[in-house]
């Protein structure tokens, strides 16, 4: 595990969003069709980056349940772009050794002959990078 | 007119209807797609990583290549517009982005000079839905209507500048000018499920059992979509509900092009 402090601040330069804007209104959640599959909410997984509880992120269920729909970012009426902050944590994740969503052999039993390559590649980069 | 086209990977492969009416249909409408070289998979999702470089550099390589066409790169697929749009404002935007590349490979210097447009879009403001409705032999009189935008073509607005993200009209319009009447509903800018139906396929139902359900609520007897994901999680999850189509297999039909074969396949 790396030093704390030093991993927020890396998460929240890579997600390329300004998480302090965020004035707690809970649009994002509001607006998010993943939101009861989440343990914690896009509003509230702000407010853990903003105290630096990244352990409680990287263990998160959000990580993977996030559908990058854009959403959040769209309704957010401070510009903050939750769905980012949700990458750039789920990609602190992956690069952990056995830290990725899915494994391949997971999806073998998952295939069906009408998916689309679309699905296949998307999944690979958000469960494996 | 010639516009550079990039395909992307599924319409080569389970989505070859997106792809085919649309290249009648282009034909018919006094234009050409000329499909650029040696393109590369664009990744079907945009990496909001910072630090990400290397999975947009097929994007750059395509958007670079129709730089040096001189011409506007159009696409088909949701998936591909999303990513090459936002790759494309990164590298006019990002000075940062910029340098990386470079350092990576010389040939990617780019500094998002190519216009990136939806095939929906070309319709909209290149040809003009009057001349697609003035070119329709076929009006698809009575006929319902329900456009499914999706996440991807919408969204963030900011970037893909493609139309009201929440309150859409441009596929809507497209129906209307194809003489068939569109079905407005609520939850037509909502996501389908995505990726997330490989492994979870409970989630992805649900999501589109609300969108069916809305649309059919509303007055819809079928969905068009652009996005290959989109129509295999509707047909997938609530195919009994109503059906699904590419929106250029009933631009097809409208124009009279294989208008038989277009039914047999719906």
Not at chain 2, 130 to 154: E, F, H, Q, S, W
Request: aromatic content about 8%; overall charge negative; some cysteine.
């Amino acid at each position: 595990m790396l030093n704390p402090a030093f991993e927020t601040k890396e998460i929240l330069l890579n997600s390329r969003t300004i998480a302090e804007k965020c004035m707690k209104c809970g649009r994002c959640s509001a607006a998010c069709p993943s939101y009861e599959q989440m343990d914690i909410r896009p509003h509230q997984f702000v407010s853990y980056l903003m105290r630096g509880d990244v352990d409680g992120l990287l263990s998160s269920t959000t990580l993977w349940k996030c559908l990058s729909c854009f959403a959040c970012v769209q309704r957010c009426p401070r510009g903050v772009a939750p769905a980012q902050l949700i990458e750039s944590v789920r990609l602190a994740a992956i690069r952990q050794k056995g830290g990725d969503g899915i494994t391949v052999e997971d999806v073998v039993g998952e295939l069906d002959d009408e998916m689309p390559q679309q699905l296949l590649v998307a999944a690979f980069r958000k469960y494996k990078g | 007119m010639i516009f550079d086209y990039y395909p992307g990977c599924t319409l080569n492969t389970k989505a070859k209807e997106l792809d085919i009416f649309a290249r009648k249909a282009a034909e018919k409408l006094g234009f050409e797609l000329r499909e650029i070289e040696d393109w590369q998979c664009c990744g079907a999702v945009y990496p909001m990583g910072a630090d990400v470089v290397a999975s947009k550099t097929p994007s750059v390589r395509a958007l670079k290549a129709s730089q040096d066409n001189g011409r506007a790169l159009v696409t088909l697929c949701s998936a591909c517009h999303h990513v090459l749009k936002r790759v494309n404002r990164d590298a006019a935007e990002d000075a940062e982005f910029r340098a990386t590349l470079t350092a990576y490979d010389e040939e990617l210097e780019y500094n998002g000079g190519t216009e990136v447009l939806h095939f929906l879009e070309v319709l909209r403001d290149k040809i003009g839905f009057d001349k697609v409705k003035a070119a329709v032999t076929n009006p698809l009189i009575g006929r319902k209507i329900g456009a499914y935008y999706g996440c991807m073509l919408l969204r963030p607005g900011a970037v893909m500048a493609f139309d009201d993200p929440e309150s859409p009209t441009i596929i809507e319009d497209f129906i209307k000018a194809l003489g068939a009447t569109p079905v407005t509903y609520a939850m037509r800018n909502e996501c389908c499920g995505g990726y997330i139906s490989l492994a979870e396929k409970e989630m992805s139902a649900k999501m589109c059992h609300a969108v069916a359900e809305d649309a059919v609520r509303r007055g819809a007897e079928e969905l068009i979509t652009a996005c290959p994901l989109c129509a295999y999680n509707v047909k997938k999850q609530a195919g009994d509900i109503l059906p699904i189509t590419y929106f250029t297999k009933l631009l097809a039909e409208a124009l009279g092009l294989d208008g038989e074969e277009a039914k047999a396949n719906a």
